[in-house]
């Protein structure tokens, strides 16, 4: 009766269907008055009430709703005025779209390794990577982790470095009471549909900077004024059509009416695993830091150690652990020195000279931490997950505690499995 799934065995239960994006009710009556209005495009009162209501969600002092979350890091690092011959640290351990912000401004993206307690950016990495040509440092809260903001900070203040926070795994976060994407000088975040508060498609940049919020304004609005901005205030600005339209604004505001309970329900869900997870043998969690005050995230992410389930490797797990939830559970980003999506080579347009196209190529870094966490040690439960009750969400740990029951089992059927494989003629 206690057979694994993958072994023959009956599943102790199936998780039930968490379909993504949830509907928060009110969105059809608010659509319908932006119909209604004529006002379709930028500007809108429901644009605006938004952007005030998340910019104080995240404690930013001004908040801009933008395309998408990689157009906001592209708007960013033109506000700070990046660009060719300049230099950018990135944690190697992220979604491809933070490195392409950087390539689309025609500066160098440095690529550097992440802590292995919750695969954020190294801060002594990040500064170990700093030369004369560095301008800027992007960190990102990646899944359930929070950068060390408190070093990152010094460490820029220290070198005279603008901080960029990606937070598009982190609607909600905080630090020491503080919203992420308002610690750094600008902060980014996606509303695309997999994200914990979406529209869809959507991004948004926060900053406390009365200068910055200016020249962002106009970065994303064909370099027009902010109205209401005054002539000191604001100059002229070369730029395109960044904007995000009235009616993803009226989706959002409607979302953010329900995010607070389910930002609630999601950290009683990580305690709850946290709780029940680090009493089995080989599976851990990722740090959090007592500076974490409220934890948002995209994802909740499990540490698995293939030694301790007799060397059954990172994938097997996943394919057993998925196989009893009746769920996908798998594997996070691939490090992007190996991604097939960051590929600089194949656009010319980066071929700006033959020094900045070598320099671009991520195959040249090596970031040991990322490849073992792609490679065999860390799994991704999704968060809307997190959003049911404990007594279905117990079914995870009452899962990979029988396949570490049955580790040995598990590990010979992979073996035997790689054997045949390998027998086989090509």
């Known amino acids: 009766m206690d057979t694994p799934v993958v072994l023959g065995g009956s599943p102790l239960g199936r998780l039930p269907e968490s379909p993504w994006p949830l509907a928060a009710g009110p969105e059809r009556e608010r659509l319908a008055r932006v119909v209604e209005s004529g006002v379709w495009a930028f500007d809108g009162p429901f644009e605006q009430a938004f952007e005030e209501a998340f910019a104080a969600e995240q404690t930013a002092r001004f908040g801009l709703c933008v395309a998408n979350g990689t157009v906001a890091l592209q708007l960013a690092l033109e506000a700070l005025e990046i660009g060719f011959g300049d230099e950018v640290i990135v944690p190697g351990f992220t979604w491809q779209a933070t490195v392409a912000a950087v390539l689309d401004v025609n500066a160098t993206p440095v690529l550097v390794d992440v802590e292995p307690e919750n695969y954020c950016i190294d801060p002594q990495a990040a500064e170990a990577a700093v030369t004369d040509r560095t301008r800027a440092i992007i960190v990102v809260h990646l899944y359930d982790g929070i950068a060390d903001m408190d070093r990152i900070l010094e460490i820029a203040a220290r070198r005279r470095l603008a901080v960029i926070e990606d937070c598009a795994h982190s609607h909600g976060s905080r630090w020491n ?54 002539d000191a205030e604001w100059q002229p600005i070369q730029s395109g059509n960044y904007r995000m339209s009235e009616w993803q604004s009226a989706v959002l505001l409607s979302q953010l009416e329900h995010f ?131 007594s279905e969400l117990a079914l995870i740990p009452a899962a990979i505690r029988r396949l570490s029951r049955h580790a040995s089992a598990l590990a010979d059927r992979q073996r035997s499995s790689r054997a045949v494989a390998a027998a086989s003629p090509a």
Request: glycine residues 10%; hydrophobic residues 30%; charged residues 20%.
């Open 177 to 230: 009471d503080r919203g992420v994407g308002s610690l750094g000088d600008i902060g980014t975040f996606s509303f695309q549909s997999s994200k914990s508060l979406t529209a869809g498609e959507g991004g948004f940049i926060t900053t406390s900077s009365a200068t910055l919020r200016e020249r962002l304004y106009s970065l994303r609005n064909c370099g027009r004024r902010r109205p209401g901005s005054s």
């Open 260 to 390: 607070p309970g389910q930002l609630a329900t999601r950290q009683d869900g990580v305690r709850y695993l946290d709780s029940e997870l680090t009493t089995i043998p080989g599976i851990s969690t990722t740090l959090r830091r007592p500076q974490v005050t409220r934890q948002g995230l995209y994802g909740y992410v499990l540490r698995y150690d293939e030694e301790a389930f007799g060397g059954l490797s990172g994938r097997g797990f996943q394919e057993a652990l998925s196989a009893e939830l009746g769920t996908t559970i798998g594997p996070p980003y691939e490090p992007l020195n190996a991604s097939p999506l960051l590929q600089p080579h194949t656009k010319p347009r980066h071929h700006l000279n033959d020094d900045y196209w070598r320099r671009i190529d991520p195959r040249q870094y090596r970031l040991p931490v990322a490849e073992h966490a792609y490679r065999s040690e860390a799994s991704i439960i999704p968060h809307e997950l997190l959003l049911l009750p404990t």
